[in-house]
C-alpha cells in the first residue's frame, strides 16, 4: 500500500473518542434535548456559592434541578414560624438564570424534620390534630412560596416500607392513612399548574413496594386526589445487579396516567476505584437513561449529583464512593461518555 493510503487507512481505522463523534451530543443538555426530556441534578447549595467552576458545569450540563437539602423542612423552617428561605431561594434563582426547570424536594419525609417539630411529637406538647394544622400550613406556606416558579413537587418521599406495609412515621402514626391524600390536595391548592409526585428508593426492583405504591396511586385516583406522577429515586450500587425490570415497572405506573421521573439517580461502587469499575457503572448509567427514553411517559432524570466531589455517598456508606458522573475535579467519567452515546428512541 502507498503511504497515502496507510495513512488514511489508520485515520479511519482509529476510534473517535465518544465526545468527538460527530452525530452525539456535545453535553448533557444536548443529550436532553435530543431525547426531549429533562436531564437534572441535585444542587449543594454551599458548592453552588463557593465554587465557581461547580456552578459553570451546573449551569453548562443539565436543564432541570433538586435541591439536595435546602427545600427539606428542617433547612425551611428551622425554628417554629423561623422561615430561612435563602438556600431554597438561590437555587431557584440560579436554576431561572440559566433556563433550568425544579423539581421541589420534598414537603413531607420521616427524615430531616426540624427538631421542635419531632420533640413536640414525641413528648404529647404536639397532638394530632395540631400536627394535621402544621403539616398542611408547612406545605401552603411551602409550595405557594414558588408557586410558578416548581415544575414538580416531590409531595410524599418514601412513604411505603421494604416490606410493603405503609412506613410507621409521625405522620402514619398521629394522621393515620389520610393524610398522604391531604398532602397531595393541599400541594394542589397552593398551585395548581405544579406537577404533585410520590416519590421512592428500591421501587425500580422491590415488589412489595411496587404493589403498594401502584395501590396508593389506584385509591388517590379513585378518590379523585391530584396525582401526576411517581419518582424512582434510583440510588444504584454496581455491587448489586441493575433492575433489570425497571422500564416494564415504569410501564406499571405510565400505564396509570402518570409521568415518571428518575429523581435521583446514582451509581455507587466499593472502593478503591478501577477501570473495570468505572466499565460497569457507566453501563447501569446508560442503562439507566435507555429505560427512562424507551417509556414514553418518562420525561426526567436527575443525578443525585454530578460530581464526587459532592456526594453523599462517601457519608452514608463506608467504603463507598464514586458514584457521580465526574470525579472530584469535574472531569467526566466513562459513566458520562456513555450517556452521551444512548440512542434516541421512538416513544
Ligand atoms: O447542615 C448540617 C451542618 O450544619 C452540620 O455541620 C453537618 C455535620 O454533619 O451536617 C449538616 O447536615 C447534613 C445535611 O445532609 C446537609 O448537608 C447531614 O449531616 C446529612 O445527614 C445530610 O444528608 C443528606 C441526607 O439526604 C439526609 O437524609 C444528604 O446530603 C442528601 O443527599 C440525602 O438525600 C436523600 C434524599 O433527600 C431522599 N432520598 C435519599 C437521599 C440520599 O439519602
Redesign the pocket.
Known amino acids: 500500500m502507498k503511504p497515502l493510503l496507510i495513512a488514511l487507512a489508520l485515520i479511519l481505522a482509529a476510534p473517535l473518542p465518544a465526545h468527538a463523534h460527530p452525530s452525539q451530543p456535545r453535553d448533557l443538555r444536548e443529550l436532553a434535548q435530543r431525547h426531549g426530556i429533562k436531564i437534572g441534578s ?1 444542587v449543594d447549595v454551599a458548592a453552588l456559592r463557593a465554587e465557581a467552576d461547580y456552578r459553570k458545569v451546573l449551569n453548562r450540563e443539565f436543564n432541570h434541578v433538586t435541591a ?2 435546602a427545600m ?1 423542612w428542617e433547612s425551611v423552617e428551622p425554628q417554629r414560624g423561623v422561615y430561612t428561605w435563602a438556600d431554597a431561594d438561590a437555587v431557584v434563582e440560579n436554576a431561572r438564570r440559566n433556563r433550568q426547570q425544579v423539581r421541589g ?2 414537603l413531607l419525609w420521616h ?2 424534620l426540624p427538631a421542635w417539630l419531632t420533640s413536640g411529637v414525641a413528648d404529647g406538647s404536639i397532638g394530632a390534630a395540631e400536627l394535621r394544622s402544621i403539616l398542611r400550613d408547612h406545605i401552603t406556606t411551602q409550595v405557594g412560596r414558588y408557586k410558578g416558579k416548581i415544575r414538580a413537587w416531590d409531595v410524599v ?2 412513604v411505603v416500607e421494604e416490606d410493603g406495609t405503609l412506613r410507621r412515621s409521625i405522620w402514619l402514626t398521629h394522621l393515620g392513612p389520610g393524610y398522604i391524600a391531604d398532602a397531595f390536595r393541599w400541594a394542589h391548592r397552593a398551585d395548581p399548574r405544579a406537577k404533585l409526585f410520590i416519590n421512592d ?1 428500591n421501587l425500580e426492583w422491590n415488589q412489595p413496594k411496587i404493589e403498594t405504591t401502584l395501590s396508593i396511586v389506584k385509591d388517590l385516583q379513585a378518590e379523585g386526589v391530584p396525582i401526576h406522577g411517581v419518582g424512582f ?1 434510583g ?1 444504584l450500587g454496581i455491587q448489586y445487579d441493575y433492575p433489570g425490570d425497571w422500564a416494564n415497572v415504569m410501564r406499571r405506573f405510565a400505564d396509570l396516567g402518570l409521568e415518571i421521573a428518575i429523581t ?1 439517580l446514582d451509581v455507587r461502587m466499593v472502593l478503591p476505584v478501577t477501570p473495570d469499575k468505572l466499565a460497569t457503572q457507566a453501563d447501569y448509567y446508560r442503562r439507566a437513561l435507555t429505560d427512562c427514553v424507551s417509556v414514553r411517559a418518562c420525561e426526567e432524570m436527575t443525578l ?1 449529583g454530578y460530581t464526587d466531589r459532592h456526594s ?1 455517598v462517601p ?2 456508606f463506608e467504603g463507598e464512593g464514586s458514584a457521580c458522573v465526574m470525579d472530584e475535579n469535574l472531569a467526566p467519567k466513562p459513566a458520562y461518555h456513555a450517556l452521551l452515546t444512548v440512542p434516541r428512541q421512538r416513544r
Open positions: 441535585a439536595e437539602n427539606k424536594h420534598t427524615n430531616q418521599n418514601e428508593y429515586q440510588h435521583e443525585w453523599w457519608g452514608w
